[in-house]
């Protein structure tokens, strides 16, 4: 079946400096969405990518889908505390019959102030 | 607008005891899931609806059980608690996957068997 792995599955930074995951799918996505889970709470949804190649801004989030949309990252540039969190993506398999996404496993971001 | 209201918050339960984790939406989306969370790992995909009287198995379906009557509500049923079953309980609610809304979930309910 249709797999989503994301790597890393933790990082540590300082404060300032950048951060990126990466999200691959066994199968191409029709689309990816990226969601944002803070120590204790739930998953929030961040953004959806459906076409080729597409990026997306959000302030200091950049995300990208890649051309042969199996790929997708999500990159912050001069972290903050506010960052902190794990990151999850979640992909829809082109022409598939299944009515959810399939989450990958997330990447945990801590930040050192 | 209240989104996902899942109740209780917390629970304890014993081996052996059954119980109701109850979710409400009131966003009129059609589809609607059920999530478990151990700690610190990923999402796991108990159980699914695409719309009233229709549900699925997700990745870890045993020992639970649902229903979708209406287009609200989606409870999640144990049976037989097990100690294996210690996680906290997402529910969650879309238009659907294709839509550029994503997922809204609810702010979970962390149970622990004893």
């Known amino acids: 079946g249709q797999q989503v792995m994301q790597i890393p599955q933790y990082q540590h930074v300082q404060e300032g400096e950048d951060f990126t995951t990466y999200c691959n799918s066994s199968?191409?996505?029709?689309?990816i969405q990226w969601y944002k889970q803070r120590p204790g709470g739930h998953p929030v949804f961040l953004i959806q990518?459906?076409?080729?190649?597409e990026v997306k801004k959000q302030k200091r989030l950049t995300f990208q889908f890649g051309e042969a949309k199996k790929n997708s990252s999500l990159h912050i540039t001069a972290t903050q505390t506010t960052d902190v969190g794990t990151y999850f993506c979640?992909?829809?398999?082109?022409?598939?019959?299944?009515?959810?996404?399939?989450f990958g496993k997330g990447t945990k971001l801590s930040v050192k102030p | 607008n209240a989104g996902v209201t899942q109740t209780p918050k917390f629970r304890i339960l014993k081996i052996g005891q059954s119980m109701t984790l109850q979710c409400t939406q009131d966003m009129n989306h059609n589809y609607m899931y059920w999530y478990r969370q151990d700690p610190g790992m990923g999402l796991k995909l108990i159980y699914y609806?695409?719309?009233?009287?229709?549900?699925d198995k997700g990745e870890v379906p045993n020992g639970y059980n649902v229903s979708r009557s209406t287009t609200e509500d989606f409870p999640l049923r144990l049976e037989l608690a097990a100690p294996s079953q210690t996680s906290v309980y997402f529910c969650?609610?879309?238009?659907?996957?294709?839509?550029?809304?994503?997922?809204?979930f609810g702010s979970g309910t962390r149970l622990t068997v004893v």
């Open positions: 609806s695409v719309g009233a009287g229709i549900t």
């Open positions: 969650a609610s879309s238009y659907s996957p294709r839509t550029g809304n994503g997922y809204t």
């Open positions: 990518l459906v076409k080729s190649g």
């Open positions: 199968t191409t996505l029709s689309n």
């Open positions: 979640a992909g829809l398999e082109q022409g598939g019959s299944q009515g959810n996404l399939i």
